[in-house]
């Protein structure tokens, strides 16, 4: 059974770091486009980063450079490092696989994408 455990939220100041990370079971890890998602409240959920199986990385333009997507395939991880965060990235971020990676967001997810639970990232003073 797929299974997506994400970790490493929190509170973190803006102008601060945070690694997340989701560690995947129940699937070819290696085989598969993994990805990040978030969602705001009041907003609608958004694409944030996406990594395919070759480690092609593709971010959101909201993103500017501040993020960085990886993968250990060794030990079925993908993670998000996170710089220079603003109050604007407060939302709950969701790590998924079987997605689409491209260059347009909107076309990341599909029938066959699975969710992590999610975890909780507040940036506030």
């Known amino acids: 059974q797929l299974q997506l455990v994400e970790s490493g939220g929190g509170l973190v100041q803006p102008g601060g770091s945070m690694r997340l990370s989701c560690v995947a079971s129940?699937?070819?890890?290696?085989?598969?486009?993994m990805g990040w998602f978030r969602q705001a409240p009041g907003k609608e959920r958004e694409g944030v980063s996406c990594?395919?199986?070759?480690?092609?990385?593709y971010y959101a333009d909201f993103v500017e450079g501040r993020f960085t997507i990886s993968r250990d395939n060794t030990k079925s991880t993908v993670y998000l490092q996170m710089n220079s965060l603003k109050d604007e990235d407060t939302a709950v971020y969701y790590c998924?696989?079987?997605?689409?990676?491209?260059?347009?967001?909107?076309?990341?997810?599909?029938?066959?994408?699975?969710w992590g639970q999610g975890t909780q990232v507040t940036v506030s003073s």
């Open positions: 998924v696989a079987n997605v689409e990676c491209s260059d347009y967001t909107d076309t990341w997810i599909s029938p066959d994408t699975s």
């Open positions: 129940g699937f070819p890890f290696n085989f598969y486009a």
């Open positions: 990594i395919n199986s070759l480690a092609g990385t």
